[in-house]
Structures are given as C-alpha cells and as structure tokens.
C-alpha cells in the first residue's frame, strides 16, 4: 500500500511550521512527525493532521518532504501555499529559490521586477 500525503501541525499553532509526511493512516503520520526537526520537541497529543491528498503523487520513497529538495519545496510552495518562514537566512536568496515563480511572499515583495 502506497502512503498518503499528511500535513501535520501543533493544535495550538505555537509553532510556524507545518510539515508533509507520508504514513498509512493519521496516527502513523503524527508519530512520523514527532520525529522530524520541526516536532521533535512536542508531544504525540499536541499534533494535528489534514490529508492531503494532491501531495500524494510526490511521494518518493522517503517519509517526509523535504524542503531543501528542489521538487518538493516547488510541490509544498504551488499545493499547500508554503513559503519561508520571516526569520529565514536572507530574502535576498529568493530569487534563486526553485518555487518563485508559485511564491506569493516573493510576489508580494515584489521581487520578480528586479
């Protein structure tokens, strides 16, 4: 059985960050999470998931997306409207980044005019 595309993200929104892993079910999903940079320090009853399932197509044999992977970050930006975070090293990297063309942080910047 192919995984399904899973967002997952804290209940309370706490944190900024969400991430796309791909599990069996939903419990399997958050337990992957837990495991990730961006949970690692959250409990299992703090997550929330939302199937995702046009991501489910992107699956590559790895359990998370991975946002420093070219064709994931371009997947994340166009499916789920992930950008980088306010805190990110520099915006004057944006227009390198593989998903400008589908970024609406870098659109509002307007950063595409230069």
């Not at 994931?72 to 915006?91: M, N, P, Y």
Request: hydrophobic letters at 30%; glycine letters at 4%.
């Amino acid at each position: 059985m192919k995984p399904k595309a899973y967002i997952v993200h804290d209940r309370e929104c706490y944190s900024p960050y969400s991430v796309v892993v791909f599990a069996e079910s939903s419990n399997k999903a958050r337990a992957l999470a837990l495991h990730t940079d961006c949970f690692q320090d959250f409990a299992y009853t703090e997550l929330t998931t939302r199937r995702k399932p046009e991501l489910d197509k992107y699956y590559r044999g790895v359990s998370e997306m991975d946002w420093d992977h070219s064709e994931d970050r371009i997947a994340l930006v166009k499916e789920c409207g992930f950008v980088c975070s306010e805190d990110a090293a520099g915006w004057e990297d944006c227009g390198d980044c593989s998903a400008k063309e589908w970024c609406d942080a870098y659109q509002e910047r307007g950063m595409d005019d230069d």
